[in-house]
């Protein structure tokens, strides 16, 4: 049965009621359809405008009704409008005239944005949580790895020396700041909209604060259209999941090229690889690679609700039913991706030797070659063009700047002395590099536990 029935002769056509149906996707807010139809109730009931004995009947029968969902008793009709519709009929169908009063002073558009809040403010808790504990795994990780050397890289090509602790907390750094992106979007969420009614909030006396307060909510939206036509708020969280789903791919990407061949700086556990079905050699990373793959659904569902939203005039409009499929579809990939990920990192062993012998290639001390000179008076630019041409009489010599006999240093810049080969081994250019945020291995174990630290107190 339509809620909306009065006016009309006919039942509306089998097809179109399909696709005018939005339950497949919003049957997952029952729990806070229900709830804020507690609450709803319970104010009626407090301020009068139900009777307080009807608002105990709607409540006992909405958690009746809540009760035999969970347990799996009742079973949400596939063919209801929506959620609100299924549970506003079954209390009917159940309690009678008080049923029928639930809708007192409220509209579907009030109580989707309503029900859409709660539900997101919840998921943002729970994505926060895995973040954390991703973050919590790279700390420890990084504590382990703080003094194995490997190659930094630009451009994909060696750079400068760095250790592998230095690299993960690079994306716990990313990763804590996910979790205040989405933090900021559960502040903004955090405001009720029910009381807005349809568009133009309700002649009843409500108490709204009060409903606020029933259902965990800071603060009272301040204006009707805005409260039932604004979306920024899933909108902001799929921003947030977006950048997220960024720094999980780059991650990934990383790990892809780390378990190949031609780096093989770690191994993944084999629970969390594949092989192949033809060739019994392989190990593939395909987490990684499916976790690369969906970050691009989500920056679809980004761009599907601002689409959405873009044209549309005050204030619902249906078009904004679409919210639900992107910003849920958003929320539940980021989810899935880091329940095998975390693992996957948590489990994957890592390779110093490798990438070390990697780092001792490629020239990867050449600023520090040059940085001594610096320190033996030179100034920065002549002492670069020496280490340059050195680097180059290396390559023509197949030396490395490890190899390179003292004498021919001598001849390049009468400065060096034998300490040059202290000054650009890899152990020493890492060591030094102990300003604020570079990777010295005591500046990575400090980081690691400033972060753990930030964590707890959380
Ligand atoms: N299923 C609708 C949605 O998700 C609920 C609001 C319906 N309101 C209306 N006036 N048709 O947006």
């Known amino acids: 049965m339509k809620l909306w029935a009065g006016r009309f002769q006919k039942e509306v056509d089998a097809k179109t009621n399909d696709f005018n149906s939005s339950i497949s996707f919003d049957s997952r807010m029952a729990k806070e359809d229900i709830e804020g139809s507690i609450a709803h109730a319970t104010m009626l009931g407090a301020c009068g405008i139900i009777d307080k004995k009807e608002a105990e009947t709607i409540c006992d029968g909405l958690q009746k009704i809540w009760e035999e969902i969970q347990?799996?008793?009742?079973?949400?009709?596939?063919?209801?409008?929506?959620?609100?519709?299924?549970?506003?009929?079954?209390?009917?169908?159940?309690?009678?005239?008080a049923g029928k009063r639930l809708h007192t002073a409220r509209s579907r558009n009030d109580q989707v944005a309503l029900d859409l809040r709660c539900y997101l403010k919840k998921e943002c808790v729970t994505l926060q949580e895995q973040l954390r504990t991703l973050i919590e795994v790279l700390c420890q990780k990084a504590k382990k790895h703080s003094g194995d050397v490997m190659p930094g890289y630009t451009h994909l090509q060696r750079a400068q020396p760095i250790t592998f602790g230095h690299h993960l907390l690079a994306y716990a750094e990313m990763f804590l700041r996910d979790v205040e992106r989405i933090g900021d979007a559960a502040k903004r969420m955090d405001v009720l909209p029910l009381g807005s009614g349809a568009l133009a909030g309700t002649t009843y006396p409500l108490d709204r604060e009060l409903t606020a307060r029933l259902l965990g909510f800071s603060a009272v939206s301040q204006n009707s259209l805005d409260a039932v036509a604004?979306?920024?708020?899933?909108?902001?969280?799929?921003?947030?999941?977006?950048?997220?789903?960024?720094?999980?791919?780059?991650?990934?990407?990383?790990?892809?090229?780390?378990?190949?061949?031609?780096?093989?700086?770690?191994?993944?556990?084999?629970?969390?690889?594949?092989?192949?079905?033809?060739?019994?050699?392989?190990?593939?990373?395909?987490?990684?690679?499916?976790?690369?793959?969906?970050?691009?659904?989500?920056?679809?569902?980004?761009?599907?609700?601002?689409?959405?939203?873009?044209?549309?005039?005050?204030?619902?409009?249906?078009?904004?039913?679409?919210?639900?499929?992107?910003?849920?579809?958003?929320?539940?990939?980021?989810?899935?991706?880091?329940?095998?990920?975390?693992?996957?990192?948590?489990?994957?062993?890592?390779?110093?030797?490798?990438?070390?012998?990697?780092?001792?290639?490629?020239?990867?001390?050449?600023?520090?070659?040059?940085?001594?000179?610096?320190?033996?008076?030179?100034?920065?630019?002549?002492?670069?063009?020496?280490?340059?041409?050195?680097?180059?009489?290396?390559?023509?010599?197949?030396?490395?700047?490890?190899?390179?006999?003292?004498?021919?240093?001598?001849?390049?810049?009468?400065?060096?002395?034998?300490?040059?080969?202290?000054?650009?081994?890899?152990?020493?250019?890492?060591?030094?590099?102990?300003?604020?945020?570079?990777?010295?291995?005591?500046?990575?174990?400090?980081?690691?536990?400033?972060?753990?630290?930030?964590?707890?107190?959380?």
């Open 230 to 458: 604004d979306r920024d708020f899933c909108v902001e969280l799929a921003a947030a999941v977006s950048l997220s789903m960024v720094h999980l791919s780059r991650f990934s990407e990383e790990i892809i090229l780390w378990c190949s061949w031609e780096f093989k700086f770690v191994e993944l556990d084999d629970a969390f690889s594949t092989g192949s079905s033809i060739m019994p050699q392989k190990k593939n990373p395909d987490i990684a690679e499916l976790v690369r793959g969906k970050s691009g659904r989500v920056f679809g569902d980004l761009m599907a609700l601002l689409s959405m939203l873009k044209g549309l005039p005050l204030a619902y409009n249906k078009d904004m039913q679409e919210d639900k499929e992107a910003i849920f579809d958003a929320v539940d990939t980021l989810k899935l991706c880091l329940t095998p990920f975390i693992p996957m990192i948590e489990t994957m062993r890592v390779l110093p030797e490798n990438m070390r012998a990697a780092a001792a290639k490629g020239f990867i001390n050449a600023t520090d070659c040059a940085d001594y000179l610096v320190g033996k008076g030179l100034p920065f630019r002549d002492a670069y063009k020496i280490t340059g041409a050195l680097v180059a009489q290396c390559i023509a010599q197949g030396e490395t700047l490890e190899s390179l006999p003292l004498l021919e240093y001598q001849n390049a810049c009468p400065s060096f002395d034998e300490g040059v080969y202290q000054a650009i081994s890899l152990e020493a250019c890492v060591a030094g590099r102990k300003v604020i945020g570079a990777p010295a291995p005591e500046n990575v174990q400090a980081q690691a536990n400033r972060i753990l630290e930030l964590l707890k107190n959380k």
């Open 71 to 97: 347990s799996g008793a009742l079973a949400i009709d596939p063919n209801a409008e929506d959620i609100h519709t299924f549970v506003e009929g079954e209390l009917t169908a159940r309690v009678g005239d």
